[in-house]
């Protein structure tokens, strides 16, 4: 998962100005080879015009014009970028915009092939294939920056497998840890067709286990037969991505975990690709970037325990929205360097803590039949959304991403506070359950407190 991030350094934009030939001839060091031949926007030098030198001696006294020999770059942190290499600047910036744009939303479309083949043929084989488009798409990438189609259908590859990859690779991860002991031989006395038979309906099942108990020298726990009932009613419910619509609220949840991760990916991408150009080295941040996962999830763990899950996701998404804004203050102040990174590193703690609690609600608050439809509706949301990354990220004003992502995180943390309290609670075994999930809960209600019939799920 790692070539997703260096992805995204790589199509990092350097510090660039209009080359002017010259100065090797002029004896003048940089600094004052600029002062004649660039002209200032603001407090820093343009990065699309230059004088044109064939206009006179006294270059200040023309309208600049636009970048007629190439561009320099400031190779202080990269040596070369994608951008740098190809001049995806100024007028070709668009370039940039658009790989990032419809490679992602490519990637979205051949996620769901992903998706498929993991359900259909297993996940060892979905592993092997991701890993297979991972390393594809990294060598067509080097090859072929200059064909502009083949670049973006290279990074669609990862695009499509990050998503497939990583979910996979959890779901092995909770299969091969559960506790899960061998059934012990309950069917001593029994013929095979007395097993088998009554197990079609509720009533014919808990008539047989009450038999297996007796057999057994056992009995049945008193919440048997609502166990039983449950679980036959789920098994009636329809599994496709209509049951999304069955009740409102089951969408409204799906709508409202959407949001959330959404908010997530694009400003944990976001903070990746700003991560350059406020004057610090831009890999050690990332590296600080990655290094607050852990405690943000170890954190938002003892926090969702103890407070409940639904003002958990809400503080999360909150602080997130609130450092992103005082970071856009700063930004406005004229201050960069290492407290826009410390900002960074923040916001990033804070948006790890939103994801980590968006997975477990979409957990808690789905049924079981429709937990694995709905988180890949929610990823495949979010990735849509994620292609609008270049259009909030590469803005030439570095503020304006930082009051995007404040108000995007704020408008979040509003509307995930609408999501049911999940904590303690008896979860949602059949649509029905969903339908209703929450509905009896407050509004403000605080600590969450077990149902009455929790003790007895």
């Known amino acids: 998962m790692l070539s997703v991030n260096v992805f995204y350094l790589a199509m990092q934009t350097p510090d660039h100005w209009c080359h002017v030939p010259g100065r090797e001839c002029a004896n003048l060091t940089l600094e004052e080879w600029k002062n004649i031949t660039i002209p200032r926007a603001g407090n820093s030098f343009s990065k699309c015009l ?32 994608v951008p740098s290499q190809m001049n995806w600047v100024c007028e070709n910036q668009k370039y940039a915009n658009d790989v990032l744009f419809y490679a992602q939303n490519i990637g979205v479309a051949l996620s769901l092939l992903f998706g ?5 043929y297993g996940r060892r084989l979905l592993q092997f294939l991701c890993l297979a488009a991972h390393m594809i798409s990294r060598l067509l990438l080097v090859l072929t920056p200059d064909i502009l189609m083949l670049f973006i259908l290279a990074e669609s590859l990862v695009s499509a497998a990050s998503g497939p990859m990583h979910e996979s690779a959890l779901s092995v991860v909770l299969q091969l840890n559960r506790a899960e002991p061998p059934p012990p031989p309950l069917f001593p006395n029994l013929r095979k067709d007395e097993v088998s038979k009554p197990l079609r309906s509720p009533g014919g099942s808990l008539r047989l286990l009450r038999r297996i108990a007796t057999t057994n020298g056992g009995q049945l726990p008193p919440f048997a037969p609502r166990v039983m009932w449950t679980v036959a009613k789920a098994q009636k419910d329809r599994k496709d991505f209509l ?12 709508v409202l975990l959407i949001t959330a991760r959404s908010a997530h990916v694009l400003t944990q991408y976001s903070l990746v690709l700003l991560a350059g150009g406020v004057g610090v080295n831009p890999f050690l941040t990332v590296v600080a970037q990655g290094a607050v996962q852990l405690p943000s999830v170890c954190a938002v763990h003892v926090c969702a325990a103890r407070f409940g899950r639904r003002w958990t996701a809400v503080g999360c998404a909150l602080l997130a929205g609130v450092t992103c804004a005082a970071t856009f203050c700063v930004l406005r102040a ?12 923040v916001t990033q703690f804070f948006t790890t803590g939103t994801i980590a609690m968006a997975n477990l609600q979409s957990v808690e608050v789905h ?18 959304v994620m ?34 309290e999940s904590a303690l609670q ?14 009896d809960q407050k509004y403000w209600s605080w600590k969450p407190k077990p149902a009455p019939q929790y003790a007895m799920a």
């Open 50 to 81: 230059m004088y044109n030198q064939s206009d006179g001696v006294n270059w200040n006294s023309v309208e600049p014009v636009k970048c007629q020999h190439g561009w320099d770059y400031d190779d202080t942190w990269f040596s070369l970028t």
């Open 116 to 120: 498929y083949i993991g359900d259909m």
């Open 243 to 254: 049951s999304l619509f069955s009740s409102w609220n089951v969408f409204k949840n799906t």
């Open 334 to 345: 004229g201050i960069i360097g290492l407290a826009i990174t410390v900002m960074a590193v």
């Open 367 to 384: 049924p079981t039949c429709l937990r694995q439809i709905a988180a890949c509706v929610e990823w495949t949301a979010a990735g849509v």
């Open 387 to 420: 292609s609008a990354l270049p259009y909030v990220a590469l803005m030439s004003d570095r503020r304006t991403p930082y009051a995007i992502l404040a108000a995007l995180n704020l408008g979040t943390a509003f509307a995930i506070s609408f999501l049911p």
């Open 426 to 439: 008896r979860l949602p075994e059949s649509l029905q359950d969903a339908a209703v999930f929450g509905k």
